[in-house]
């Protein structure tokens, strides 16, 4: 259910026109049409006192109430306020002030970052049907915000972070054999190689049929990515997100250019320039390598190759 505003703005004053212009913007509104304004009914109150003064100063408006005729049009109608863009927008401040952290000093870099919390929470305050991706945006600004601690406030005695990820010595996870589910894709293929690359550069991998059930992994191996698995995703993040933040990889924003990719393509959220063309890579891959072990190896080279790339580094024009 929906409430709708329908108005013809006077032709004078032009300040007017500009005002509930702005007011209809900044309530985050779909429009419907040129003139036909968008809420939900819980907060169609907020239309009443720009009709009023549509109204006074000799314009046309009313508010009704709209509802759907079937799923379908209420689907049509959702689709109007989806702020996918917007929380796109935002996580490209977010990243530059990631790129940019370790070349700011502390005053500059926390004003960065309440520009970006308040940037984050006047999107929140419009998005009247959150998702995915306001979820993941959350997520990334309390990761930015701890990486911020890290640098400027080393030995703070800090409270737990949300996502209740314990921090691990990555040198008692050497020489272990790792066990997921068969065919792996885009978030087994890239903790594969985080795993490799970054944490255990011994790792043997066991690949399950059904390791939740009927083919469980062997005692002493490591599980991800799966039902009841040590490493698998914690509320927004997917569990190449919880790797990286388990064994304090995830102030590293090549990791996190990759991770935002790897989010999007398991679990949507905000698209980003990277997924498209991951997806289709590593799709062709699967499709060359029956047998797991060389499809890792494959997918290795190509998340090297963009780890490599200087996209969004610190002084590397994007």
């Given at each position: 259910m929906w409430s709708i505003l329908i108005v013809t703005l006077p032709t004078q004053p032009n300040a007017v026109r500009v005002r509930?212009?702005?007011?209809?913007?900044?309530?985050?509104?779909?429009?419907l049409r040129d003139g036909a304004y968008l809420l939900p009914s819980a907060n169609g109150a907020l239309f009443e006192p720009l009709a009023a003064e549509v109204r006074e100063h000799g314009g046309?408006?009313?508010?009704?109430?709209?509802?759907?005729?079937?799923?379908?049009?209420?689907?049509?109608?959702l689709a109007l306020f989806d702020r996918t863009q917007a929380y796109m927008q935002w996580r490209d401040a977010a990243s530059a002030l990631q790129s940019e952290g370790a070349t700011l000093g502390e005053t500059e870099a926390r004003r960065r970052w309440r520009g970006v919390c308040e940037a984050l929470q006047a999107l929140r305050r419009i998005d009247y049907y959150p998702g995915a991706a306001a979820e993941q945006a959350q997520s990334e600004l309390e990761a930015l915000h701890q990486a911020l601690d890290a640098r400027f406030s080393k030995g703070e005695p800090r409270a737990q972070a949300d996502h209740g990820i314990a921090a691990l010595d990555v040198r008692k996870f050497r020489g272990k054999r790792w066990a997921t589910r068969a065919r792996p894709w885009v978030d087994r293929l890239a903790c594969a190689w985080l795993i490799r690359r970054f944490i255990d550069p011994r790792a043997r991998f066991v690949w399950l049929a059904d390791p939740a059930h009927a083919t469980p992994?062997?005692?002493?191996?490591?599980?991800?990515?799966?039902?009841?698995?040590?490493?698998?995703?914690?509320?927004?993040?997917?569990?190449?997100?919880?790797?990286?933040a388990s064994f304090g990889l995830d102030h590293d924003p090549r990791l996190q250019r990759i991770a935002a990719a790897v989010h999007y393509l398991d679990a949507g959220g905000i698209p980003v320039p990277e997924a498209a063309g991951l997806e289709s890579v590593l799709g062709g891959l699967r499709e060359l390598h029956a047998e797991d072990d060389p499809l890792v190896a494959a997918a290795a080279a190509v998340f090297d190759a963009l780890y490599a790339s200087p996209r969004g580094a610190p002084g590397v024009p994007t």
């Open positions: 509930v212009w702005r007011a209809l913007k900044a309530l985050g509104c779909a429009a046309a408006a009313m508010v009704l109430t709209l509802s759907p005729s079937d799923d379908a049009q209420r689907d049509e109608l992994a062997p005692r002493g191996a490591l599980g991800f990515d799966y039902d009841g698995a040590r490493f698998t995703h914690i509320g927004a993040r997917v569990t190449f997100e919880v790797l990286l």
